[in-house]
């Protein structure tokens, strides 16, 4: 079936390390999102991308940078991470050109940092 | 940029009973307005939207409302089953009705009480 692959599920690291999670999808759509999850917050859109050559900033995204290696790959960096980036990070995709804007979510990676 | 308030942050209702999920929008440009489920653990998955064009939409045990006037929308489930507990999060969109720009509310958790 066509999924949306994120690597790792769970990390845990230090203060001040580098560290990117990456996102994979075989469903062949063209957008792809970051979004960070907080318990009581809901979800927050960190970066998002149309295609390879287009990336936007979504309501979050000091402390954060991507990168859309190819239509199907988009990754999450921390450059330096902080303990209060210590949340569940999700990718996810919609397809263009569709009569909805439905998003299709990975599976989440828990970032825990220290 | 838009706000999404959603209420109650929790909801415990008696299994067959009915359960209603509210939220406030404050772009009146907004015109996108889908529902998630996330299950404990799993990965946030649509389970119906609206458009700014309707007032009301059913699929089978739930339907979602829409007051534009009032810039309020709310989600209703009949018959709850305990399948049907899990957080619920609406939200909204201006962006011509894709998945870019969403707003999510905080989310609702909603318990079935057996």
């Known amino acids: 079936d066509a999924d949306v692959t994120q690597t790792p599920r769970n990390r845990i690291t230090k203060t001040g390390k580098r560290i990117m999670l990456e996102c994979s999808q075989t469903?062949?759509?063209?957008?792809m999102y970051w979004y960070r999850q907080d318990p009581g917050l809901g979800l927050q859109l960190i970066y998002y991308s149309f295609d390879v050559k287009d990336i936007n900033k979504g309501e979050i995204s000091d402390g954060y940078s991507v990168s859309r290696q190819a239509q199907a790959k988009f990754s999450l960096s921390l450059e330096s991470a902080i303990p209060n980036q210590t949340a569940l990070y999700f990718c996810?995709?919609?397809?263009?050109?569709?009569?909805?804007?439905?998003?299709?979510f990975g599976e989440g990676s828990r970032l825990t940092v220290l | 940029g838009e706000n999404v308030e959603q209420h109650p942050s929790t909801l415990s209702v008696q299994e067959g009973d009915s359960a209603v999920i509210k939220c406030t929008y404050s772009d009146s440009a907004s015109n996108y307005f889908p529902w998630y489920k996330q299950e404990l653990g799993k990965r946030p998955q649509l389970i119906i939207d609206?458009?700014?064009?309707?007032g009301e939409k059913k699929d089978q045990r739930i339907a979602v409302t829409l007051n534009k006037t009032a810039k309020h929308f709310s989600l209703h489930i009949t018959e709850t089953q305990p399948e049907d507990s899990a957080v619920y999060f609406c939200a909204a969109s201006f962006t011509g009705g894709g998945a870019d720009g969403l707003t999510f509310g905080k989310g609702t958790h909603l318990i079935i009480q057996p």
């Open positions: 996810a995709t919609s397809g263009t050109g569709g009569v909805t804007g439905e998003l299709f």
């Open positions: 469903k062949g759509h063209d957008r």
């Open positions: 609206i458009r700014s064009n309707v």
